[in-house]
């Protein structure tokens, strides 16, 4: 029996926007394409988010697993897509900072029949993630709304 690696991403970016107006952005599942570079097109089928990915790469299929407006939050698991992801499940949390801004923090988990394997799929999630939190930022700035 062939034993798989186990790999976790976690980004993190922090906001002057209040929770409440980011959330605003990014809590609707089925408009990650708002602020994902990533993601051409998104759109939801019940519980399933399907994203459209730039460039011709394919397409993904997530189940939403958790979504709640009260607390800012929203989780999801891989179900297919061009990436061969194995047992993947992600959180998207915005928070509020005693600053009055906010923190976002993006986490993963998933499994790799391999450490190469895993480190490439790493990387590709950490990119993907890393750029919609940049983004994140670009959209809500001052002036581009």
């Known amino acids: 029996m062939k034993m798989s690696v186990e790999f976790e991403i976690n980004q993190t970016a922090h906001y002057p926007y209040p929770a409440a107006q980011v959330w605003r952005l990014c809590g ?3 408009r990650i394409d708002q ?10 089928d019940g519980d ?7 460039g011709g790469a394919g397409q993904a299929r997530e189940r939403i697993t ?3 407006d009260e607390q800012y939050f929203y ?16 959180r998207f949390a915005v928070s ?8 976002v923090v993006w986490t993963a988990r998933f499994r790799a029949d391999s450490e190469a394997e895993g480190a490439g799929l790493k990387e590709a999630v950490d990119g993907m993630y890393e750029g919609g939190l940049e983004q994140i930022g670009e959209v809500l700035r001052p002036g581009r709304e």
């Open 75 to 90: 989780a999801y698991d891989y179900i297919d897509g061009p990436l061969v992801l194995k047992e993947f499940s992600s």
């Open 48 to 54: 399933i988010r399907y994203a459209e990915l730039e």
């Open 35 to 44: 602020w994902l570079p990533a993601v051409k097109k998104s759109w939801m």
């Open 28 to 30: 609707t599942p089925g």
């Open 66 to 68: 958790e979504h709640n």
């Open 96 to 103: 509020a900072a005693t600053d009055g801004g906010c923190t």
